[in-house]
């Protein structure tokens, strides 16, 4: 896998994926940014909740579960000091569907989180604290 990042200007730059799409990242005002695409480290967070809730979608589509929708929301926090990495990372899964078991889902999360997210186990074995929660609503 590979990627290039371009400088556009300020602190904008273009990513492009080896998949062939582009995201623009900026910073924020206080170093110049223009507000123009979220930051490298949101990206990061949205990465993990998309390798996440893919992992989550896939496991309960196989165990069969009649599932319409999930959203992961994930909240973080940063180290006060340079750099300021992620120390605590929370997701939680909205599952959304017609007679989804609570059980499935919570080994969807689990297997996700244990043995299946790449984002996860590289951010947990680099002293992230991550935690998962869920709810299941009704379609």
Request: overall charge negative; hydrophobic content about 40%.
């Amino acid at each position: 896998m590979q990627t290039s990042v371009q400088w556009l200007e300020n602190v904008a730059f273009e990513a492009k994926s080896e998949s062939g799409h582009q995201v623009i990242m900026d910073g924020s005002s206080e170093y110049g940014g223009e507000n123009r695409g979220p930051r490298p480290m949101e990206l990061i967070l949205m990465g993990l909740g998309g390798c996440a809730s893919f992992d989550i979608v896939t496991i309960l589509k196989k165990s069969r579960q009649d599932v319409t929708d999930v959203v992961c929301e994930a909240k973080a926090e940063r180290a006060d000091t340079i750099p300021a990495v992620f120390t605590k990372i929370h997701l939680h899964f909205v599952v959304t569907g017609h007679d989804v078991k609570e059980k499935q889902v919570a080994k969807a999360v689990e297997l996700s989180a244990e043995k299946y997210c790449s984002a996860s186990k590289m951010l947990s074995d680099g002293g992230v604290e991550i935690t998962h929660d869920f709810e299941i609503r009704a379609a």
